[in-house]
């Protein structure tokens, strides 16, 4: 009985800690119009979208969106404090204490990703103008029919 009261104290400051109760990590959904193209993050994740990566909460990053036949396209990826998190962060005020704070702050676990879904709207390449061929040359029309009969 007296471990488990040692252990429910020892426990009680990370109660109110965003990052037991968010965690380290975020999932950000990457999705693209057409689906199908390459996704490529600063942090070395690569998909097919739609996917949906698992990234750290702290971090900050790019996608670069590549599909053949469409220009390439650059998403920035931020993060900013979450309303939750917030208030998980507030919670060490009462519970978790300095302790709680700084695990927060290093641990990312207030933030979240914006934007998330991350969307690309990808436009078409434009192709190079042909080459006009020049039609041979054909003959006056009007002499091609036959003349009239008086």
Same mark, same amino acid.
């Given at each position: 009985? *007296?471990?488990?009261?040692?252990?429910?104290?020892?426990?009680?400051?990370?109660?109110?800690?965003?990052? @037991?109760? $968010?965690?380290?990590?975020?999932?950000?959904?990457?999705?693209?119009?057409?689906?199908?193209?390459?996704? $490529?993050?600063?942090?070395? !994740?690569?998909?097919?979208?739609?996917?949906?990566?698992?990234?750290?909460? %702290?971090?900050?990053?790019?996608?670069?969106?590549?599909?053949? #036949?469409?220009?390439?396209?650059?998403?920035? @990826?931020?993060?900013?404090?979450?309303?939750?998190?917030?208030?998980?962060?507030? #919670?060490?005020?009462?519970? #978790?204490?300095? @302790?709680?704070? #700084?695990?927060?702050?290093?641990?990312?676990?207030?933030?979240? !990703?914006? &934007?998330?879904?991350? %969307?690309?709207?990808?436009?078409?390449?434009? *192709? &190079?103008?042909?080459?006009? *061929?020049?039609?041979? %040359? $054909?003959?006056? $029309? *009007?002499?091609?029919?036959?003349? &009239?009969?008086?």
């Amino acid at each position: 009985m *007296r471990t488990l009261l040692i252990l429910a104290l020892a426990a009680a400051p990370m109660a109110g800690c965003a990052t @037991v109760t $968010r965690g380290t990590t975020n999932q950000v959904q990457v999705q693209s119009e057409p689906p199908g193209a390459q996704a $490529r993050t600063s942090l070395n !994740h690569v998909c097919t979208t739609p996917c949906t990566l698992q990234v750290p909460r %702290r971090a900050e990053f790019s996608v670069v969106f590549s599909k053949p #036949g469409y220009q390439d396209q650059t998403i920035d @990826v931020k993060t900013q404090i979450a309303g939750n998190g917030a208030a998980g962060f507030a #919670g060490n005020v009462l519970v #978790g204490g300095v @302790v709680g704070m #700084g695990v927060d702050a290093y641990t990312g676990a207030t933030l979240e !990703h914006v &934007p998330n879904p991350v %969307r690309a709207q990808l436009a078409p390449v434009a *192709r &190079p103008p042909e080459a006009r *061929r020049e039609r041979p %040359r $054909r003959g006056n $029309r *009007r002499s091609r029919r036959a003349a &009239p009969s008086s």
